[in-house]
Nanobody, 125 residues
Framework: QVQLIESGGGLAQAGGSLRLSCATSRLTISSFHMGWFRQAPGKEREFVALITLSGSSTYYADPVKGRFTISRDNAKNTVYLQIDSLKPEDTAAYYC??????????????????WGQGTQVTVSS
C-alpha cells in the first residue's frame, strides 16, 4: 500500500518558519512529480507548489512565491516544503501528492494519483 506521510507541521508565529517533510512508502518518488497543496477550514484545497521529477523545475502559487521552497531528495524518497515568513493566512492542513505522466497541468488536485493524510500548520499573529 502506497503511503505518503507528512510531518513538520505545528503552531508557529507570524514571521517564523517551518519545514514540512513528506516521506513515502512503496512509492519511488523519482518516478513522480511531487506537489504540495493546502486546505484551510471552509475553503477548497488549493495548489501550493510542484517540483518536477528530477527537481530541475519548480512552480509556486502566487501567494507563496518568495516565501515557500519545495525540494526533493529522491535517494531518501522525501519531499520538503520550506515555509518562511509565515503569515496567518498560511494556516491550513498541508498535503503532499504524487503526480505521474506530464507535469502539466499541475494546479488541479484531481491530476494527482497519491495523497498523504496532511499535516496541520497554524500561524498565530
Amino acid at each position: 500500500q502506497v503511503q505518503l506521510i507528512e510531518s513538520g507541521g505545528g503552531l508557529a508565529q507570524a514571521g517564523g518558519s517551518l519545514r514540512l517533510s513528506c516521506a513515502t512508502s512503496r512509492l519511488t518518488i523519482s518516478s513522480f512529480h511531487m506537489g504540495w497543496f493546502r486546505q484551510a477550514p471552509g475553503k477548497e484545497r488549493e495548489f501550493v507548489a510542484l517540483i518536477t521529477l528530477s527537481g530541475s523545475s519548480t512552480y509556486y502559487a502566487d501567494p507563496v512565491k518568495g516565501r515557500f521552497t519545495i525540494s526533493r531528495d529522491n535517494a531518501k524518497n522525501t519531499v520538503y516544503l520550506q515555509i518562511d515568513s509565515l503569515k496567518p493566512e498560511d494556516t491550513a492542513a498541508y498535503y503532499c501528492a504524487a503526480k505521474s505522466g506530464t507535469y502539466y497541468p499541475f494546479r488541479e488536485s484531481a491530476r494527482y494519483a497519491y495523497w498523504g493524510q496532511g499535516t496541520q500548520v497554524t500561524v498565530s499573529s
